[in-house]
């Protein structure tokens, strides 16, 4: 099982929302948007996402056409809508897009609607 740490954030500094949660960013795909790897981004379960939106979306059976792995878990990507399945952009051009279709069970769990990032050292340990 794996822990993570709690973040306490200043309530007037969170957008409105009851179910709000918060997913650790691993990786560069999304630095042209200033998500940086190691980031918490602030994601919104409620949101009805936009074309366009910055979501973290489930993925089952990708394979890439760069390397020819299979990706199966959760990805913070741009989502752009289509008729038949969903497109999924990164803003880091060095990552091409990933076009899903019913096949590939695509749900988008939440839209993201901030980030925060840590400076300096590790995460204090959440209070008791």
């Known amino acids: 099982m794996t ?9 007037d500094c969170l957008p409105a929302a009851p179910r709000l949660f ?31 939106d ?3 979306v489930f993925v ?12 199966t878990g959760r990805v913070i ?3 752009r809508f ?4 969903m497109t999924l952009e990164s803003s880091n051009l060095a990552y091409p897009p ?3 279709t019913a096949a590939n069970k695509p749900r988008v769990e939440a839209v993201a609607v901030g980030v925060v990032r840590h400076i300096g050292g590790e995460l204090p340990a959440a209070s008791r």
């Open 3 to 11: 822990t993570y740490p709690r973040l306490h954030l200043p309530e």
């Open 22 to 52: 918060a997913r650790q960013v691993a990786g560069d795909s999304m630095t042209g948007d200033n998500i940086m790897d190691g980031d918490y981004v602030l994601c919104d379960p409620d949101r009805e996402p936009e074309d366009g």
């Open 54 to 56: 910055i979501a973290i």
């Open 60 to 71: 089952h059976d990708w394979r890439s056409p760069v390397t020819g792995h299979l990706c």
């Open 77 to 79: 990507k741009h989502v």
């Open 82 to 85: 289509r008729p038949d399945g």
């Open 98 to 100: 990933m076009t899903l």
